[in-house]
């Protein structure tokens, strides 16, 4: 199909053989957490690395000549003594550096098995990932790169890996962490590093990072686990990937410091996130808690309840020598010294996506978000009023099952179909609640007992269970993503020729290239993957020529439509505002609720159907977006992020998505 | 406790000679028999071919085997090892390619004439040649031997029987003049035309580009082997450019003089060749490469002759045409007589060996010499590897106290010192000089590596590192005897890369022969053996067992191939000295540019616009 298929793990698509899963939380019910924390640590390192405590690597990273070389650089720039920058190097290198240490490892194994015992039925891991990455580990250095989806993952993959004896990871982490009283050096003993965010252009702080990530790298000081999406995704959809640590990480290889290096991505699944009312108030503009101490002793109100199970699937080690291979010339460093800034290679882009897109396809999909993917598609009155019925959604949620297997996707269904789509809706009554063989959206009881909600507040309201919903299909969009956008483009110009489809498939992709992950330049191969899924399910035949409508599929097709309809309405709500109501100059502070409100107005006017054109996210990706298709432009001079728009553009954009 | 007293001997029949220690313990070169002048009567080229191997490398008597109880030797009556065992070989050998004594290869023992192409001859240049009295031959055993230099896949072919495109016919010019008929003859009638020195090539520059139609007529050198005057003021030689480097140093030693070119290739190498192919020898450090030794060089080409019409030392005239020339690889002439810098011969030689606790601390030291200028004649560092390889080519000792002192040695190394077996590696030295300066220079190098943790090891070590490098192609035809093919290739890179490069290189070799379904772990190691003030020039070995392998040949060219990607994505050359020939100019234009291509082009297409230098070579 694609030639990522070739990165995919062999024949793991389809139902998830329990099998091949252990629960790591099972042994810990049965034996003693402390005996867990104190057991025999001794894993197998890379081979190629001679033992280095952390502050021998902190000073080889201050003494590297690249760093001193940039230092007399910025001395000279800046007219300081080169003393003075060096000590801010020094500085900037306290606050980052981790200081891995066995023993807080412990304290964390210890306190960690206590909360994931309360907190999960099971976490599954993948064994023949471990095992494989457990090999990988000694023969080069090693990159981990699990998604983000909770503040629960940030060290699961170390007590795993301890668990495991694997070498644990030094781990990237914002800066906000480190801030917390105790946690941030709990962390950091734990093997946390800490990245500023908006680091700009403080050009010394790039050389101390950069070094630094290069220097563990490079000596395989211990693996090196970070974010590829750069956050904790707030909509439980993978993020456009950042490059600049994906390029740090890599360069390594790309200079011939090292003769490999290899990739792990990790998905990590689950039934239900921890945060999950926590994200939609976010998104709907409500702002979010400040990491500190206290803030997370009182948040352990969420650890009474239920997140049923978490699955950790390693994926399959990559080479970055053979995913590079006749595609990078690594020759274009030969006439920099060493020592000298580097090159930036363009395309660690299309790695970094291929990357999102293997734990996308590494990841788990539950019985719910399926589920909350069909509820998502009734009219939101149904839910909110008349109640959907309980025998319509299972026998949806099992066609849509049948259509996922189809498509590759991989489902956590383990019991009796019943069983599973009621203890699904039972995990999550905190969005919907089942009576009378009917489902209904909860909505939050505590502002309505206090006082009558005006018109708005009971928007918001709703809002807040829809994005919930909202985030739990987002799980399995990348299933449905290329399909539904050729389905899309065959509803929107109603054409039947390949190349017109393929010409609006690829303005789709462009559209959405924040919304979802393509991996750049790999447009025919998802055009091609969608018309195979879509004559795959008997919606369409396909000729040399032509992409014409059957009978069969119209279910399939509607779905499909519909699955993107939220995203293409929300849209054009934003053009509209960006094109008619607001002005030609703005910032992004003054768009967020402007835009807001605009919708909020249109819900309740009966124009608008989706709440989710209410997420901040989207808001902002429509602003990417259009940044990207220039339509809107970033004033350069302003200091308070001001975008211009095209209005004429913006509305050329809008016309296009309906255009006929 | 090595080779004794003559530490080793290169003893020819027609020129009998050996290095031997002097008075003072250093090196230099005896003569035994003071020979003369070439007899003229009996020309040598057939002596030659007699006294050597026709399928492998160097003198058809010289070989290591195996003896019944499976211990190595070494028979024949040329160097120093003769008829010293081995005991370490065969462990080594079996244990590091997984090989067997029982699984033989052996080569076909007969040139078969038979199997060889008829010449394809032009009738014209052949009837005008005869009246020039220019000796030639069309005999097929003459053409094969000047079809190949000593690539693996030549040599692999020829044991196997295989004859590819050979020479039509062979011609031996006795001197300048000659050579300017035969480059007339040759492009009045089109004949193809390969010069042939030494045919020690290791980059298919003697190979006969099979698309070649016309006759080839290889012009072996050979004959053209005088020293034809010393000027002792200027120290200078004016040197016939078929001379083999054993005979110039030992004709120029005769006097007091050397060029102190030493090449690994000097017993069988020629002058012509190391011109034509940017050579380097050994002793780079104290008498420079070709290219500083040359003054002045005669070439023949289909457009006359070129020549400079001094001799300074140094000239500002435009581009120096002598670099047309050197690295031209007999694509645009002969190269017929060459004048080159000599020098008295150093009055005292020492070896000396330096082990390090690892490879890095190694580099570092080399680096560090670089810096300070202070490179002896020569200084060679081998890795792990190739140390543990040495190791194995030590001769049974003589004596209880000589094993005692080595175990002794090897307790100091790595109980006492801490240094680890598997990763230690060894630099070898050669000092060369008068006595109070050598030894002030020894003191000097070794205070440095001191600094890197290096421990003095002795002489022996150090000259058994210099042995290495004349037997190590031996030792490749003992390999093909027993399922195991391999090579050396080498290349120069920055200081900044030395260790990145050496690490990438032999860890793809590993992984490319993995991939290629090698059953055994390859040997994979290298060694620098040049330093610059640049950079280094570094040295790989490469050799597997291909059982079960249906084309040897190719996985080794595939992963020679990989491996020479990897050299140049770690910012190494494309050639240190070996030369591009055929083998290695797919990659010329990114060497050296779009431009710099079409300038060498130029060149050829001015000078020799009817391609009468066929091989083919470089471009």
Redesign the interface.
Known sequence: MSDRAEYRDSGRAGLVDERQFVDILEERRHSSDLGHALRTFNPHPYQGAAPCSAAELNKAVLEAQYLRYVTKEIAMETGSSVEEVRKEACGILEEMSQNLQLGFIRLMGYTLTKVFKRLFTSIFVNMEGLNMLQQAIQETPVILMPNHRSYVDFLIISYILFTYDIPVPVIAAGIPLAGMKMVGEILRRSGAFFIRRAIGSDKLYWAVLSEYVKAIVRKGYAPMEFYVEGLRSRTLKSLTPKLGMMHMVLEPYF???V??ITLVPISISYDRVLEESLLAHELLGVPKPKESTMGLLKASKVLQEDYGTMHVNFGRPLSVRQLCHGKI???Q??LI???KSSLQICTDLWLAHLMVRIQEEGSLISPWSLMACLLLQAPITVLTEEGLLWQQLTEKTLWLRKLALDYGARLNWSAPDSDVMSSAVALHCSIVHRKAGRVYLVQEEELARKRPISLEEGVTRTAAAVLMLASYRNQLLHVFVRPALLATAIHITKSTQRNELFTFFCFLQDLFSYEFIFIPDKLSQDFEEACLLLKKCGAVHISQQEVTLSDMGLEALSFLQALLQPFIDSYQVMFRYLSEEGVNVFTEKQFLPAVRNLATKLILSGELHTYEALSSDTQKNVLSALRRLEAVTKLRASEQNEYKVNKAAVRRTGDILCKF | MLYISTKYQIIRKDFPFYLGKTAHGGLWVQIKNLPGHLPKESPSHVFLQEIMKWNGWGYSDSRFLFNKKGQAEFTGKRYIIIGMIIPGLKDWFECTFGASLQHKTPATPLLNSSAVQPPTLNEAFVEELKSTGIPFSQDAEDRVFRAHGHCLHEIFALREGKFGRVPDMVVWPNCHNDVVKIVELASKHNVCLIPYGGGTSVSSALECPPEETRSIVSLDTSQMNRILWVDEKNLTAHVEAGIVGQDLERLLNESGYCTGHEPDSMEFSSLGGWVATRASGMKKNIYGNIEDLVVHIKMVTPQGVIEKSCQGPRMSTGPDIHHFIMGSEGTLGVVTEVTMKIRPMPEYQKYGSVVFPNFEQGVACLREVARQRCAPASIRLMDNEQFKFGHALKPQVSSIFTSFLDGLKKFYITKFKGFDPNRLCVATLLFEGDREKVLQHEKQVYDIAAKFGGLAAGEDNGQRGYMLTFVIAYLRDLGMDYYVIGESFETSV?W??VL??C??VK??IVRECKERGVQFPPLSTCRVTQTYDAGACVYFYFAFNYRGLSDPVHVYEQVEHAAREEI????GSLSHHHGVGKLRKEWMR?TVSNVGMGMLKSVKDYVDPNNIFGNRNLL
Do not use: T
């Open positions: 200079k011939g410091e003769f490999d010339n690594r020759c460093y030969n010294p060493r020592s | 920055p900044d890369r990145d490069i690490r990438n860890a793809r140049l994505a770690n910012g990114e």
